[in-house]
């Protein structure tokens, strides 16, 4: 064993580990998994280069090699900003391996400063990811598999930063038949492997969750579908206890002439309404309130504790939000009728839907743009 052959072993399986993900997920543009991707090509070239660097043209090659591992560590930050959502500035991915390499091509004549100040420079950069990856990651597992790997590689890249600057007498050279380079290569191989593990099971996940908002959110309006709604006013109806003290509403709104605005506007801006339509039911609502897109232009509220008084208020809320909002927007006013009973105690949702359902029957036929009520709402 010596440390060019597992130099040659990292960029072979950083190879294969992007052909791997390729074949697999393809290149998703703006993805985790396609900075992953582009991490694992910055391993493979940087550590190729260094390798041809023993050869021929070992200042150029080398500090190209450095800049191309500096610029994978940023892959590998961008990978976890965009699986956590989180905003990476370019400048501090970017200036890192620019930085690094003018400096490296300046001091390479010192090959210990130059190798010091490499090894802190990626090991920094390693170590903000982890952070990233590990401060509150609860229980998630692949946050924890990739963010202990790469604080494994960070640490000991640092430690042989500190080594080499402290004591440059006792580090090998990089590519000295050393144990602390065999160890070094070998943690650096098991990272990559298992951080490809971990960014896996993100994108698993992240898949999982996709199919579950498509499963269960309605993709205009970004409310809960028909088939959600009822599931979970169901259930909270259920654990309501059917009380006569809960005081849970039950309210159908239908917005007014919408045939007729997709008739002579056009579809696109009768999609315009449901979501400024959903969106202002969105923010009039309470955390504890249920909201769904029923069908068509028919939505469904379910509105726990909610008094007379309070409903009062809310429905008002509601009508003047919707004219205004609709008028700033589009250019001109769109309201909704709507009927609203009291939960009965031990009623089921088909039955209070049902009874909702006749009170918007009788608003739209008392000329619209009203809210009518069954006994005890209001």
């Known amino acids: 064993m010596d440390v060019i052959t597992l130099l040659a072993a990292v960029l072979v399986n950083a190879l294969l580990m992007m052909l791997a993900l390729f074949v697999g997920v393809g290149i998703r543009s703006r993805s985790g998994l396609q900075a992953w991707q582009f991490m694992l090509l910055g391993q493979a070239l940087g550590f190729g280069l260094l390798i041809v660097a023993t050869r021929a043209q070992p200042q150029l090659l080398a500090t190209l090699g450095v800049m191309a591992l500096s610029g994978s560590a940023a892959a590998m930050v961008l990978s976890v900003g965009r699986f956590l959502s989180l905003r990476t500035?370019?400048?501090?991915?970017?200036?890192?391996?620019?930085?690094?390499?003018?400096?490296?091509?300046?001091?390479?004549?010192?090959?210990?400063?130059?190798?010091?100040?490499?090894?802190?420079?990626?090991?920094?950069?390693?170590?903000?990811?982890?952070?990233?990856?590990?401060?509150?990651?609860?229980?998630?597992?692949?946050?924890?598999?990739?963010?202990?790997?790469a604080m494994a590689n960070a640490l000991f890249t640092l430690g042989r930063a500190a080594l080499v600057l402290g004591w440059p007498e006792v580090y090998p050279r990089f590519i000295a038949p050393h144990p602390l380079n065999f160890a070094s290569l070998m943690l650096l191989n098991a990272s990559l492997v298992l951080g490809t593990m971990g960014f896996l099971l993100a994108h698993r996940d992240a898949a999982e969750q996709a199919l579950v908002r498509l499963a269960s959110?309605?993709?205009?309006?970004?409310?809960?579908?028909?088939?959600?709604?009822?599931?979970?006013?169901?259930?909270?109806?259920?654990?309501?206890?059917?009380?006569?003290?809960?005081?849970?509403?039950?309210?159908?709104?239908?917005?007014?002439?919408?045939?007729?605005?997709?008739?002579?506007?056009?579809?696109?801006?009768?999609?315009?309404?449901?979501?400024?339509?959903?969106?202002?039911?969105?923010?009039?609502?309470?955390?504890?309130?249920?909201?769904?897109?029923?069908?068509?232009?028919?939505?469904?509220?379910?509105?726990?504790?909610?008094?007379?008084e309070a409903f009062s208020r809310l429905d008002a809320r509601l009508h003047q939000a919707l004219r205004r909002r609709c008028e700033a927007s589009l250019g001109f006013v769109v309201d909704f009728s709507a009927g609203a009973v009291r939960v009965q105690p031990?009623?089921?949702?088909?039955?209070?839907i049902k009874r909702a359902d006749d009170q918007l029957y009788r608003a739209k036929h008392a000329g619209r743009g009203r809210t009518l009520c069954a006994d005890g709402v209001l």
């Open 217 to 308: 959110l309605d993709p205009l309006t970004g409310l809960l579908n028909r088939r959600e709604w009822m599931n979970r006013a169901g259930r909270a109806l259920g654990a309501a206890g059917g009380t006569a003290d809960d005081a849970t509403v039950l309210l159908m709104l239908d917005l007014d002439h919408f045939k007729l605005i997709n008739d002579e506007r056009g579809h696109p801006v009768g999609d315009e309404v449901l979501k400024l339509a959903g969106e202002v039911l969105r923010g009039e609502l309470r955390a504890s309130d249920l909201l769904g897109r029923y069908g068509g232009e028919e939505f469904c509220l379910l509105l726990r504790h909610c008094d007379p």
């Open 346 to 352: 031990g009623e089921t949702l088909a039955a209070a």
């Open 89 to 149: 500035p370019a400048w501090a991915l970017l200036l890192p391996p620019l930085l690094l390499g003018a400096v490296h091509a300046v001091i390479y004549g010192d090959q210990k400063l130059a190798t010091g100040i490499t090894n802190l420079v990626i090991g920094l950069q390693i170590l903000w990811g982890s952070g990233l990856l590990l401060r509150g990651a609860g229980r998630v597992r692949w946050r924890w598999l990739c963010g202990a790997a």
